[in-house]
Structures are given as C-alpha cells and as structure tokens.
C-alpha cells in the first residue's frame, strides 16, 4: 500500500520538480482495510504535495517496531503555525492565509484521515514548523 501511493505520487511530485524519497522496509503487513488505508496515503501525500513549493522534498519512511508499524510522511513545505497546529485534524479546518486561496480543499481531509486511523486502533500525528516543513508521524498494528 504505502509503495503504490509513493509509485503514483512520484509521478504528480516529478511536476513540481518535488523529490521524492522512501525509506521502506519490508514486508510490511499493515492490519486493516486496504482501500481506508490507501485512502489514509492519499489524504497526506496530496496535501505533502499541496503545501511544499517546486524543487521541495518529500519523504516517506516506513518501519516496523513490534506489533506496531510507524509510517512517516514529511515535507519540507509551508508548514503550520503553532496556532493552527491544533486545529488541522477538525472538520472543515483550512490553514488561514493566502495558501487557502491558491489551493483548493474542503479541510476535509486530515478529519478523515484520523478517522481511518482510529479505527485501525492506530494514532496519528503532527508535528510542524512554519516555513521549514511538516511531519505526519502514523502508527498503526502490523499483522502478526
Ligand atoms: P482537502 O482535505 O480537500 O485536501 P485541505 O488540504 O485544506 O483540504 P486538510 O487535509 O484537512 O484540508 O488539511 C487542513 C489544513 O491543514 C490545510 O488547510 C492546511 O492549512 C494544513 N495542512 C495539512 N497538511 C499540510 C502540510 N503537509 N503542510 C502544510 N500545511 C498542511
């Protein structure tokens, strides 16, 4: 799952002169449904890919660590103040600012990716640093 979105999304980054890296071991066997789980990539690689300017990087890494899978997506993006950092998993919230205006969404899409991830009994994530980048931290249970 997380190799096909970064195949597919390595495709969309190569537009925005955006480098891609991966950093994925293997087999990992995530427990779960694989279209939510497919969804969850989508959902962070888009926005990786929204919100970081040409000649950015992207970087998704994937290991495993017990029962547990922990899989990174960060970028060297806009970034999120620490104002809204609290905000970014509600539903309907949009990052305030100009980048609201140049990018469309709905805000919709972090809402649903936590959704995803809680009910995979996983949790997810943010950390962010405004003008240098952000961070997606997921852990989810690996099949045993
Ligand atoms: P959509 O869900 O339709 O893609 P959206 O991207 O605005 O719209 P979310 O995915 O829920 O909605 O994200 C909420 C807000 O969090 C965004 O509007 C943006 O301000 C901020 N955000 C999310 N991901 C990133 C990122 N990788 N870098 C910087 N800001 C981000």
Same mark, same amino acid.
């Given at each position: 799952?997380?190799?096909?979105?970064?195949?597919?999304?390595?495709?969309?980054?190569?537009?925005?002169?955006?480098?891609?890296?991966?950093?994925?071991?293997?087999?990992?066997?995530?427990?779960?449904?694989?279209?939510?789980?497919?969804?969850?990539?989508?959902?962070?690689?888009?926005?990786?890919?929204?919100?970081?300017?040409?000649?950015?990087?992207?970087?998704?890494?994937?290991?495993?660590?017990?029962?547990?899978?922990?899989?990174?997506?960060?970028?060297?993006?806009?970034?999120?103040?620490?104002?809204?950092?609290?905000?970014?998993?509600?539903?309907?919230?949009?990052?305030? #600012?100009? &980048?609201?205006?140049?990018? %469309? *969404?709905? !805000?919709?899409?972090?809402? +649903?990716?936590?959704?995803?991830?809680?009910?995979?009994?996983? #949790?997810? &994530?943010?950390?962010?640093? %405004? *003008?240098? !980048?952000?961070?997606?931290? +997921?852990?989810?249970?690996?099949?045993?």
């Amino acid at each position: 799952i997380v190799l096909k979105s970064i195949r597919t999304f390595s495709q969309l980054a190569e537009l925005k002169e955006i480098t891609m890296k991966r950093d994925v071991e293997e087999p990992l066997e995530i427990m779960g449904d694989e279209e939510r789980l497919q969804q969850l990539m989508v959902i962070l690689l888009d926005n990786a890919l929204k919100y970081t300017q040409e000649t950015g990087q992207i970087t998704v890494s994937c290991k495993r660590e017990g029962n547990w899978i922990t899989i990174i997506v960060s970028d060297t993006g806009i970034g999120i103040s620490q104002e809204e950092l609290g905000y970014v998993f509600d539903r309907f919230f949009r990052g305030d #600012k100009m &980048r609201s205006r140049a990018e %469309e *969404g709905t !805000g919709l899409g972090l809402s +649903i990716a936590k959704w995803i991830v809680e009910a995979h009994d996983g #949790k997810i &994530r943010v950390e962010s640093k %405004e *003008g240098a !980048g952000t961070s997606f931290t +997921i852990t989810l249970p690996a099949k045993s």
